[in-house]
């Protein structure tokens, strides 16, 4: 049975590896608007979330940064989110 569980995160991991690709190729090369552009990074990070319960910590560690660079180049703004998974202790 444990055999069949790590093949099947796997799947969901190649899965997601796959969706990410297809929205920053998205982003990359087709005609959107920067709401739009967002509207990708939120749809992929709720499919993350769907596959993954309880990893929304490793959706904004590992992939929030990337989909941030991209759309800063794309769009030839500066995006600096506050997170509250990176938020620093208040002194």
Request: glycine share 4%.
């Given at each position: 049975?444990?055999?069949?569980?790590?093949?099947?995160?796997?799947?969901?991991?190649?899965?997601?590896?796959?969706?990410?690709?297809?929205?920053?190729?998205?982003?990359?090369?087709?005609?959107?608007?920067?709401?739009?552009?967002?509207?990708?990074?939120?749809e992929?990070?709720?499919?993350?979330?769907?596959?993954?319960?309880?990893?929304?910590?490793?959706?904004?560690?590992?992939?929030?940064p990337?989909?941030q660079?991209?759309?800063?180049?794309?769009?030839?703004?500066?995006?600096?989110?506050?997170?509250?998974?990176?938020?620093?202790?208040?002194?």
């Open positions: 049975m444990e055999n069949l569980e790590i093949k099947e995160e796997n799947r969901r991991i190649r899965f997601l590896r796959f969706l990410v690709d297809l929205s920053i190729q998205s982003i990359q090369e087709k005609d959107l608007s920067l709401e739009e552009a967002f509207g990708l990074v939120e992929a990070k709720r499919v993350a979330l769907n596959l993954f319960p309880g990893k929304e910590l490793a959706f904004e560690l590992i992939y929030r990337r989909f660079r991209l759309i800063e180049e794309r769009f030839g703004i500066v995006l600096r989110f506050p997170s509250p998974f990176l938020s620093s202790p208040e002194s």
